[in-house]
């Protein structure tokens, strides 16, 4: 008992707004008291509605009060939080003002734990208890809390709204079904509720294979720029080696001529340098002659002359002028008119080359996307592949489903199924409980007389007569027939020959988004039968169609 006194005194001195102790209390005119921080900011939000309000009575207050500190509270605080009183624990679960409030307290409210569709109230644990043991009560059906209760009472008759009405697609009370809404397609909501449920989750399981697919997309993007990048490292590598590689020959082939040259340059000049050597000594030994001759003209003596003479007389064999040959100074004109031809050539290889080059690399096949169908193995197909199975509600009277639904097989008497809007009628074909969208890819093994292997928009036509209800004779199909020896396409009541290896299994690659539909002969190869480039309006699903005597199965493909 003294416990909860003391839980009761916590509980007077705490603001309602922030659920603690009070800090700076103020007093309003009505005598509710809070923190002045908290009442401040709770009529700041109502200024725009130029009245101010108590968050515990609700009344109002025009103008706004002028806040003045309680000393006395606030001396009486102090005084009980030196004895030990302190904030109320968290336990209380007293509501905030974001929290969900319990109906059935007074006072200071909870928080709700708790919400009754059926009650259209919300209940703390406390309040709560009775849905928990009273017989009644516990048939009710608690949610979270939401502060959105009204919003299933209809606001004409003021009664839950328990029915769904397909025809107008709102939610209706069981007064509304007999009034406005009578005669229409009306369902209780929680059935509405499972089918939509399932959908939603067919809807996610979409979703959540689009982001598989798109994550493998990311994938090979990634892959493909890790390939581009290392292909286009080790070209520049491999280029840089090989124009290295011509630059030091050229700069060798460019020292070569360089030393030849300069080789052929000394063995002329120093051939001229030596017959330019013995013309010189020609010319001292001629000045030298001319001398002693010109000393012996002036000899008076003429024994002396004629003594002399001979020996002064006779020359020395000449060089003779004609073995001098002097070129027009062109010596290395060939080797640089070489030289430049060499150039040109070099020149006109390099821009034939550089254009074969340029050419190869902006022709580079990157693919940034996935490869077509026709190009992918079996293999590749298999990272689109999607267990499907039929689903009970389209499929004929005289269809039999088995092997978990994934099974079909033609009967000649007739099933005891329930009457269903989505069931053929007249034909003996059937769709599968998933829809298709994205990239998927499907097998269909079949064994007898014949079957269509489609896919079909979900509003085809079902209880018209069998020539706008088979798949392929609408605009809202497209199937391939197969019989033992031949294959037929089928859309929109044309018929297409279809040529290829007969095969007791059809692979089926649809890419939604891409407008692909193509059909494969599997065996140990796959063969390309159909392919279809269109665009898609709505979510496709598989279907078959059997002839007598026939059965066909989705494949569980690994």
């Known amino acids: 008992m003294a416990q909860q006194n003391n839980q009761l005194d916590r509980a007077k001195f705490c603001c309602s707004v922030c659920s603690d102790l009070l800090k700076d209390p103020v007093t309003i005119p009505c005598g509710h008291s809070y923190c002045m921080n908290c009442i401040q900011s709770y009529w700041d939000t109502e200024d725009e509605k130029k009245t101010h309000s108590c968050p515990q009575c609700r009344q109002s207050f025009t103008p706004r009060p002028v806040?003045?500190?309680?000393?006395?509270?606030?001396?009486?605080?102090?005084?009980?939080k030196k004895t030990g009183l302190q904030a109320a624990p968290a336990d209380l679960c007293y509501a905030g003002p974001e929290d969900v409030a319990c109906d059935v307290c007074t006072g200071r409210k909870r928080k709700a734990h708790n919400s009754c569709l059926v009650c259209v109230a919300s209940y703390c644990e406390k309040h709560l208890q009775p849905h928990y043991e009273a017989a009644p009560l516990k048939k009710h059906k608690l949610v979270e809390p939401s502060e959105k209760l009204q919003e299933n009472i209809c606001s004409r008759h003021d009664e839950v709204m328990k029915i769904f009405c397909r025809t107008d697609q709102q939610c209706i009370c069981y007064l509304c079904s007999m009034d406005e809404h009578k005669g229409h397609d009306t369902v209780s909501a929680a059935a509405e509720r499972t089918e939509r449920q399932r959908e939603l989750e067919g809807s996610r399981h979409n979703i959540q294979q689009r982001i598989q697919d798109r994550e493998e997309d990311v994938k090979l993007f990634q892959q493909e720029v890790e390939a581009i990048n290392g292909s286009a490292d080790k070209a520049v590598e491999y280029s840089e080696k090989i124009f290295t590689q011509l630059i030091r020959l050229i700069k060798k082939r460019h020292s070569d001529v360089k030393q030849q040259v300069r080789s052929q340059q000394e063995t002329e000049v120093s051939r001229v340098k030596e017959l330019q050597e013995k013309l010189e000594q020609e010319i001292t030994e001629l000045k030298r002659k001319d001398a002693e001759l010109?000393?012996?003209?002036?000899?008076?003596?003429?024994?002396?002359?004629?003594?002399?003479?001979?020996?002064?007389?006779?020359?020395?064999?000449?060089?003779?002028?004609?073995?001098?040959?002097?070129?027009?100074?062109?010596?290395?004109?060939?080797?640089?008119?070489?030289?430049?031809?060499?150039?040109?050539k070099l020149q006109d290889v390099l821009r034939e080359t550089w254009t074969n080059i340029s050419l190869t690399v902006t022709q580079v096949d990157v693919l940034l996307s996935n490869p077509q169908p026709e190009n992918m193995t079996r293999g590749g197909f298999l990272r689109y592949s999607r267990e499907l199975t039929l689903e009970p509600n389209t499929a004929n009277a005289n269809l039999?489903?088995?092997?978990?639904?994934r099974k079909v097989t033609r009967m000649s008497e007739q099933q005891s199924y329930c009457s269903h809007p989505d069931r053929f009628t007249y034909c003996c074909q059937v769709l599968s409980r998933?829809?298709?969208?994205?990239?998927?890819?499907?097998?269909?093994?079949?064994?007898?007389?014949?079957?269509?292997?489609?896919?079909?928009?979900?509003?085809?036509?079902?209880?018209?007569?069998?020539?706008?209800c088979v798949f392929g004779r609408n605009d809202k199909s497209w199937s391939l027939y197969c019989v033992n020896h031949s294959y037929k396409f089928n859309h929109n009541n044309v018929e297409t020959p279809v040529s290829g290896p007969r095969s007791s299994r059809v692979g089926v690659y649809l890419d939604h988004s891409a407008g692909i539909l193509?059909?494969?002969?599997?065996?140990?190869?796959?063969?390309?039968?159909?392919?279809?480039?269109?665009?898609?309006?709505?979510?496709?699903?598989?279907?078959?169609?059997?002839?007598?005597?026939?059965?066909?199965?989705?494949?569980?493909?690994?």
Not at 67 to 80: G, Q
Not at 315 to 333: M, Q, R
Not at 400 to 405: D, I, K, Q, T, Y
Request: aromatic share 10%.
């Open 67 to 80: 806040l003045v500190k309680n000393t006395m509270l606030a001396d009486l605080l102090e005084e009980l």
């Open 294 to 344: 010109k000393k012996l003209s002036h000899t008076e003596d003429h024994n002396q002359f004629l003594h002399n003479y001979p020996s002064l007389s006779a020359l020395s064999e000449s060089t003779h002028s004609s073995s001098i040959h002097i070129g027009p100074l062109k010596y290395f004109e060939d080797m640089t008119a070489a030289v430049s031809e060499l150039r040109d």
């Open 518 to 558: 193509s059909f494969y002969s599997v065996s140990e190869t796959m063969t390309l039968l159909h392919r279809v480039q269109t665009t898609f309006t709505q979510p496709l699903y598989a279907g078959v169609l059997v002839n007598s005597e026939t059965t066909a199965e989705f494949s569980k493909v690994k």
């Open 400 to 405: 039999l489903l088995s092997e978990g639904n």
């Open 434 to 468: 998933e829809s298709l969208t994205g990239r998927c890819y499907w097998e269909v093994e079949w064994r007898g007389k014949g079957v269509y292997v489609a896919v079909a928009y979900k509003n085809i036509s079902r209880a018209e007569n069998p020539v706008k």
